[in-house]
């Protein structure tokens, strides 16, 4: 398949770890691959420093796997494991919310205003990925703090999603605030049927948008190699 690199260089590492996220997405790379740094820094003209720190990247996103003596193994997330780990997320975390929401003191609602605000004054770029995700996690995790079922807020954890960079969905970033923003509204109501169904809904969309930007990809990739 042919490979076109993207002209929006920022910085050489967002620009390299921008591309190869993009080869894993869109196909280019298959499951078990190994990724050569020489062949990428040949390809993206630039040395091997910054294919290195892309790579480590990349790792923390869940798509490669850096294994000594083998180099940098691709592991891709497929439609079909977004599918499964958002459904599941989505009845879980939303179970949990439930739960937790009499449990949430008024400083907890204090904190979670504040991470809304934070969230909705960041200005997303590849730059800024790392206190999205951050922010984002931290978001989520309170709203799940007073739970009183253990082994719920565990699957939870446990499934967990790859933290592929936020910038990727950065045309749904506007929305994705709203939905953080109606979610927060809903706790502070104390109303945990609107909470749950909030946090459901938000999940699930956010499961549509990355199958579509997958497909997107996918369809980009199919044209440039006919």
Same mark, same amino acid.
């Given at each position: 398949?042919?490979?076109?690199?993207?002209?929006?260089?920022?910085?050489?590492?967002?620009?390299? !770890?921008? $591309?190869?996220? &993009?080869? %894993?997405? $869109?196909?280019?790379?298959?499951?078990?691959?190994?990724?050569?740094?020489?062949?990428?820094?040949?390809?993206? $003209?630039?040395?091997?420093?910054? %294919?290195?720190?892309?790579?480590?990247?990349? &790792?923390?996103?869940?798509?490669?796997?850096?294994?000594?003596?083998?180099?940098?193994?691709? !592991?891709?997330?497929?439609?079909?494991?977004?599918?499964?780990? /958002?459904?599941?997320?989505?009845?879980?975390?939303?179970?949990?919310?439930?739960?937790?929401?009499?449990?949430? !003191?008024?400083?907890?609602? &204090?904190?979670?205003?504040? !991470?809304?605000?934070?969230?909705?004054?960041?200005?997303?770029?590849?730059?800024?990925?790392?206190?999205?995700?951050?922010?984002?996690?931290? @978001?989520?995790?309170?709203?799940?703090?007073?739970?009183?079922?253990?082994?719920?807020?565990?699957?939870?954890?446990?499934?967990?999603?790859?933290?592929?960079?936020? =910038?990727?969905?950065?045309?749904?970033?506007?929305?994705?605030?709203?939905?953080?923003? @109606?979610? /927060?509204?809903?706790?502070?109501?104390?109303?945990?049927?609107?909470?749950?169904?909030?946090?459901? /809904?938000?999940?699930?969309?956010?499961? $549509?948008?990355?199958?579509? /930007?997958?497909?997107?990809?996918?369809?980009?990739?199919?044209? =440039?190699?006919?």
């Amino acid at each position: 398949m042919k490979f076109q690199p993207s002209k929006d260089k920022t910085t050489v590492v967002s620009y390299v !770890t921008k $591309n190869l996220r &993009q080869a %894993i997405l $869109n196909g280019t790379f298959k499951k078990g691959e190994r990724l050569i740094q020489e062949d990428w820094a040949n390809t993206l $003209n630039v040395s091997r420093m910054p %294919i290195r720190e892309a790579l480590a990247q990349l &790792q923390t996103e869940g798509l490669v796997k850096l294994v000594p003596h083998k180099g940098a193994i691709v !592991t891709p997330i497929t439609k079909e494991d977004i599918e499964e780990i /958002y459904h599941l997320r989505s009845y879980l975390e939303g179970k949990a919310v439930e739960k937790s929401l009499p449990f949430l !003191t008024a400083e907890d609602k &204090q904190e979670l205003k504040a !991470t809304v605000e934070k969230m909705e004054a960041l200005q997303l770029s590849d730059e800024t990925n790392d206190s999205y995700i951050a922010l984002n996690e931290s @978001f989520h995790k309170l709203l799940r703090k007073g739970c009183p079922w253990p082994r719920l807020t565990k699957a939870v954890e446990n499934l967990g999603i790859s933290p592929i960079a936020p =910038s990727l969905l950065a045309d749904y970033y506007a929305e994705t605030q709203k939905e953080h923003r @109606f979610i /927060y509204e809903a706790a502070v109501r104390n109303d945990p049927a609107e909470l749950r169904a909030a946090v459901e /809904y938000h999940l699930l969309r956010t499961k $549509n948008n990355l199958i579509s /930007y997958m497909a997107s990809l996918e369809s980009a990739e199919d044209h =440039s190699s006919k």
